[in-house]
């Protein structure tokens, strides 16, 4: 591994598209620590430091990398991009016409981006719009009654809004150099910046503890043993193969070979967590918004679902996590297009006849991975949490199932490209 970096460093290109990448890590971490203007930012240390954590926010801190609760140009961070992305991909399946842009190649796809980037910008201005208001209201610090935002006039609040919405796009534009100029995906390293951020704070709440030494040492090892749960899993595959049948084209001979379609047993990546997540903080900002005097009901959902550890939150996190996996995998893969596909080239699965018995195989097969797939997002994203619990730790602790897989999966990939481009230049890579 040693030898390999250093066997990258040690190619020109290569080496300007690391130090590009690492020169875009740098500013987008130095945008987190501006504040926005009109906030207080010693106030707002002074709330952050009476208020251990805020539930309902730790998932979209996380990935902003500690940004929103301090109200920086960065609050929002990539989530809206992700979120728009993710809307992009489901219209595909709604509107032909989006289905049709992203099979024109390279063209229709930058008209997809085009479309992702402006309903970027929407959910940018309306989620800085709606964090700012929690912020006046002092939702985002329950029991701190310093004002965060002192002057609260209308051109003051229209500056915070355009502040953040900018900052946004500019995180946006970022992410998208990496990706062209860098190395890697872009926008998965910046959310892996954000995530990789929080675990220092996180190993001192854990090593400041009770029973510190014991907890960080059995949080070590539960965090190594699910980084190797997910390594294993990730690269696993279930192979189809595939035949191609012999044809004559002119006076050549073509086809006969033999191939395999790789499905991987989570399919859906870390796109059901993230929803799952996201739909889980609707119980925790419902209670929030009730006020002194809840009704019995909310009492009751604040006890049983808006409680990280509770077993009411736990189940309703299990199903929408399974969910969301079928929901994302059937949008993603289509056995049909696939089946199709192989007809028209001559390739057929052995055994299985062409055309519609070929997406039956495929369907059956995939909906038996993706119950397994499921299974395995639920019990990463769920273990450390009860670990957590069981050890008397917060339930926010950013060494989450959901931080884990990010972290493993975006390094995983960051490292494959890197070893592709070794590979190219003779090198051995990081892999012998």
């Not at 539960?222 to 696993?236: F, G, K, N, P, W």
Request: proline share 5%; aromatic share 10%; net charge positive.
């Amino acid at each position: 591994m040693l030898k390999g970096f250093v066997s990258a460093f040690r190619t020109p290109d290569l080496r300007n598209k690391l130090l590009f990448t690492l020169g875009i890590i740098v500013v987008y971490r130095m945008g987190v620590a501006i504040p926005t203007p009109g906030v207080d930012y010693g106030n707002v240390q002074q709330c952050a430091s009476l208020v251990s954590s805020n539930s309902a926010f730790a998932i979209l801190n996380l990935f902003s990398g500690g940004a929103l609760l301090q109200l920086s140009i960065f609050a929002l961070g990539i989530m809206p991009y992700i979120t728009a992305s993710i809307i992009v991909q489901l219209l595909r399946v709604l509107i032909p016409r989006f289905e049709t842009l992203y099979k024109e190649g390279p063209e229709g796809q930058a008209k997809l981006t085009q479309y992702t980037r402006y309903i970027t910008l929407g959910f940018a201005a309306l989620q800085s719009a709606s964090y700012i208001t929690l912020a006046r209201n002092g939702t985002f610090f329950p029991g701190c009654d310093i004002p965060i935002i002192p002057n609260d006039s209308w051109y003051v609040i229209a500056t915070m809004i355009l502040t953040m919405t900018t900052g946004t796009i500019l995180i946006m534009w970022l992410g998208e150099r990496i990706t062209e100029r860098g190395v890697g995906n872009g926008m998965s390293l910046l959310i892996f910046t954000s995530i990789a951020a929080s675990f220092p704070g996180a190993a001192s709440t854990i090593w400041n503890s009770s029973d510190g030494v014991r907890n960080t040492i059995l949080v070590g090892l539960l965090v190594l043993a699910i980084i190797a749960a997910v390594v294993y899993v990730e690269q696993s595959q279930r192979r189809i193969p595939v035949q191609y049948a012999k044809r004559m084209v002119g006076r050549r001979m073509l086809g006969g070979s033999s191939t395999y379609i790789p499905m991987k047993i989570n399919m859906a990546g870390i796109i059901p967590v993230i929803f799952a997540s996201s739909l889980l903080m609707l119980p925790t900002v419902i209670v929030q918004f009730s006020g002194d005097s809840p009704s019995d009901w909310v009492l009751w959902m604040q006890t049983h679902i808006a409680t990280p550890g509770s077993w009411g939150n736990t189940l309703l996190f299990t199903l929408l996590i399974i969910f969301f996996a079928y929901f994302y995998t059937a949008i993603t893969f289509n056995p049909n297009d696939v089946a199709d596909n192989m007809k028209k080239y001559g390739g057929f699965v052995p055994g299985i006849r062409p055309g519609q018995p070929t997406a039956d195989f495929l369907a059956y097969v995939l909906s038996r991975i993706t119950a397994a797939g499921s299974l395995y997002l639920a019990i990463v994203a769920l273990l450390p949490t009860i670990a957590f619990v069981a050890l008397g730790l917060s339930a926010s602790i950013p060494f989450g199932g959901a931080s884990v897989l990010i972290l493993v999966g975006v390094g995983l990939d960051t490292v494959k490209r890197i070893q592709s481009q070794l590979e190219q230049r003779d090198y051995e890579g990081f892999l012998k």
